[in-house]
């Protein structure tokens, strides 16, 4: 592929060209069919956070939520990259004592807030964050409540070779209808295993979330419970200033969304107007997450999703102002990709086998 076919924003500074920005894009329906998409949408791509419907989709499957008496606020922190302020780690003290591990027994560290109201707060009080001030606190709480549940031990629960991580492992793959051995592990963030997959099947797995009815399968109902606890509770999925907050706030409903480290971002959009559900996927190749969420704004004004006072909500990040320290506009960012569709003879659009 042409490097230039990739090129889905320019910065410049004035009028001189400082710096380019590929992307790739995938938007499919719940079938895995794709619609259409920019650059390559079958990228081998590390979903990161971005895929952690599908890890609380295993830790749901287990009975955790049943046994311990987890609601869906419970629920909706294990999808979350959260912003460490007070309520997120408030719950997920709380989720721990439910199904009586500590926070002792999680094996993520704790680091600076992402959200700056947070961090300077933190730096006034000399805070040093502990484990449950990861913003991926809820998905380690999470899994350590599905290890009790399954009675596994707690021990390792992070490891790739833990019977819970082999149980999230397959549950991933199949509900992204990835083959379980093409998929590449990597260890995230938080400590955690991390899968690579094409970028197709994370849309998938947000159309799946969009598309799921609570009267079908078990699996259905509780992708179903997933996504009305994320969209519900967007709060708790990343925090005051956010951008996943700020999209499942504006659209109130209509859709889920979750970001993933490097720029990655995922989402699932409801069914309406004889449009069938979809996922939409996106991988800014530099890992630039300022463009990534410009990326995404212009995905949703292409597909024309929602109103256009939804849409204009988040304006501040599908046009965010460049300024420098006197606030003196400096540039601009012009995005410059056009989703086309795929045709059927298209390699794109075929559907992997589970």
Not at 230 to 240: D, I, Q, S
Not at 322 to 327: G, I, L, P, S
């Amino acid at each position: 592929m042409n490097t230039q076919d990739s090129i889905a924003a320019i910065v410049y500074r004035g009028e001189a060209v400082e710096n380019t920005h590929m992307a790739h894009i995938a938007v499919v329906d719940a079938q895995g069919q794709l619609l259409c998409g920019f650059g390559n949408p079958l990228r081998m791509t590390l979903t990161r956070s971005a895929v952690k419907p599908a890890q609380a989709l295993a830790i749901l499957e287990t009975g955790a939520l049943e046994a311990f008496g987890l609601d869906e606020s419970d629920l909706a922190l294990m999808c979350a990259s959260h912003s460490s302020e007070e309520r997120h780690i408030r719950l997920t003290r709380d989720l721990l004592a439910k199904s009586g591990a500590t926070e002792a027994d999680m094996r993520c560290g704790g680091h600076p807030p992402i959200g700056d109201a947070v961090y300077l707060d933190w730096i006034r009080r000399d805070f040093q964050p502990t484990p449950a001030c990861s913003n991926c606190s809820g998905k380690h709480a999470g899994m350590l409540a599905a290890a009790k549940a399954l009675g596994q031990p707690l021990e390792g629960y992070h490891l790739a070779q833990h019977p819970l991580q082999r149980r999230v492992m397959d549950t991933v793959a199949a509900a992204c209808e990835v083959r379980a051995g093409s998929i590449q592990w990597a260890i995230d963030g938080c400590n955690l295993p991390t899968p690579a997959f094409a970028l197709d099947r994370l849309a998938l797995l947000f159309a799946k979330l969009a598309a799921a009815s609570d009267t079908t399968t078990p699996r259905e109902a509780a992708l179903a419970r997933i996504y009305q606890a994320m969209t519900r509770h967007p709060e708790l999925v990343a925090g005051e200033g956010r951008f996943c907050t700020a999209l499942m706030k504006a659209y109130a409903g209509q859709l889920v969304g979750k970001v993933g480290a490097d720029a990655s971002y995922a989402i699932g959009v409801r069914g309406s107007d004889g449009q069938p559900a979809r996922g939409i996927a996106v991988k800014v190749e530099d890992g630039h997450q300022g463009v990534l969420y410009a990326v995404v704004c212009e995905v949703l004004e292409q597909l024309n999703i929602g109103s256009a006072e939804q849409r204009q909500q988040l304006s501040a990040w599908h046009h965010p102002p460049m300024m420098n320290t006197m606030k003196v506009p400096t540039g601009r960012m012009a995005l410059t990709f056009a989703l086309a569709p795929r045709q059927a003879s298209d390699p794109g659009s075929i559907t992997p086998v589970a």
